[in-house]
Nanobody, 107 residues
Framework: QVQLVESGGGLVQSGGSLSLSCAAS????????MGWYRQPPGKQRELVAA?????RITYADYVKGRFTLQLSSVTPEDTAVYYC????????????WGQGTQVTVSS
C-alpha cells in the first residue's frame, strides 16, 4: 500500500504562483509514472502534468524525494482540487491517489 499526501494548496491571486508537493510513503523516484490531476468544480478530473519514465510533461518534477508541480501565472480557471497519483508499471492506469489539495485562484 502506498500513501500519497499532497500539500501546498491554498488561496492565490490571479497571476500568482504556487508550488504543490506530493509526499509518498515509499520511494517514488524510480516509479514508471507519477501524475498530477486536477478536478475543477463541477467538472471531470483531468491530467495536468506527469513524469513518465523520466520524461517530464509540463511542470512536474522531483524535488528532495517529493513529486512537485509548479503553477505559474494562474487564473481563476486553475481553481480545482489537485491530486497526485502513482502510475502502474505497465502505464495502463494510476493505482494510488492522494486525498487532494484545494487551489483557489481569486480574480
Amino acid at each position: 500500500q502506498v500513501q500519497l499526501v499532497e500539500s501546498g494548496g491554498g488561496l492565490v491571486q490571479s497571476g500568482g504562483s504556487l508550488s504543490l508537493s506530493c509526499a509518498a510513503s515509499t520511494s517514488i523516484f524510480s516509479v514508471a509514472c507519477m501524475g498530477w490531476y486536477r478536478q475543477p468544480p463541477g467538472k471531470q478530473r483531468e491530467l495536468v502534468a506527469a513524469i513518465i519514465r523520466g520524461i517530464r510533461i509540463t511542470y512536474a518534477d522531483y524535488v528532495k524525494g517529493r513529486f512537485t508541480l509548479q503553477l505559474s501565472s494562474v487564473t481563476p480557471e486553475d481553481t480545482a482540487v489537485y491530486y497526485c497519483a502513482r502510475g502502474r508499471s505497465d502505464l495502463q492506469a494510476y493505482d494510488y491517489w492522494g486525498q487532494g489539495t484545494q487551489v483557489t485562484v481569486s480574480s
